[in-house]
């Protein structure tokens, strides 16, 4: 069996870091990690839940001839039953505190390749969805910034 991507175990880091924070009324089988960030509520064993997914496309800074620096985007995306209800939840606010103070600025512990992680936001909440599927969505993006050692280089 072939060795697991640089980008697939910042993925699965990030799932089970997020589910050690204990997020208010979150269980822990409810954050998964999925190919892509959706409004399915299928994906989810259950509501509130948080998808971890890859995202968007990676961004590559100049490297040296033997490693390239790679930044590596992970969607976080929150899901929970809005039913309508138009007052400001905390609680949802404080989940998205609760990961951003988790990653922001540091290494990823668990992936000894990764050295800083920075916050890209997306919109809190998708009017749109609201609208037309009663779920409040939102997230935002973390972009893990590791080296790797470029494969066949001398």
């Given at each position: ?17 997020i ?48 490693t ?20 400001v ?5 404080l ?60």
């Amino acid at each position: 069996m072939a060795a697991l991507s640089l980008h697939k175990r910042i993925v699965d880091q990030t799932t089970n870091r997020i589910q050690l924070l204990g997020l208010t009324n979150i269980p822990t089988a409810n954050v998964v990690s999925c190919r892509l960030p959706t409004d399915r509520v299928s994906t989810l064993p259950g509501l509130p839940g948080v998808l971890v997914s890859p995202f968007g496309q990676e961004t590559l800074p100049p490297g040296s001839t033997e490693t390239t620096d790679v930044g590596y985007p992970v969607a976080v995306t929150f899901v929970a039953a809005a039913n309508q209800n138009f007052s400001v939840q905390d609680v949802e606010l404080l989940w998205r505190e609760a990961v951003i103070d988790a990653f922001i600025d540091q290494p990823l512990e668990g992936v000894p390749e990764v050295y800083d992680c920075q916050v890209e936001p997306l919109p809190i909440i998708d009017m749109g969805l609201f609208r037309e599927q009663n779920l409040a969505v939102g997230g935002f993006v973390l972009r893990f910034f590791g080296t790797r050692v470029r494969v066949g280089r001398n």
